[in-house]
């Protein structure tokens, strides 16, 4: 499963995600084979949650690679956070 939580300090006019991705290593880069969200934002809340499954292939290594979003006051701010790998049983 690939849980996401993402909170503002403060109730924020948008906040989410604008890419959830699937990495695996090939050739010793990371490199993405699956989009599992584009563009899931929520509205005038201050917590964003998005949970997900992804089936792997057992023995193979992979990561999530997620850009999130916030907006507020016609300001806004994005931070890319990567999992560490773990492999698929």
């Known amino acids: 499963m690939v849980e996401n939580k993402l909170g503002a300090t403060r109730i924020v006019d948008k906040l ?23 563009d899931v934002y929520s509205y005038d809340t201050g917590t964003f949650v998005y949970d997900t499954l ?18 507020n006051d016609g300001g806004s701010e994005t931070k890319i956070v990567v999992s560490s790998p773990v492999t698929a049983k």
């Open 16 to 38: 989410g995600i604008i890419s959830l991705e699937i990495q695996t290593k090939r050739n010793g880069y990371w490199q993405s084979i699956a989009i599992l969200a584009r």
């Open 54 to 71: 992804y089936y792997g292939t057992a023995g193979t290594e992979y990561r999530s690679y997620v850009e999130f979003y916030v907006e």
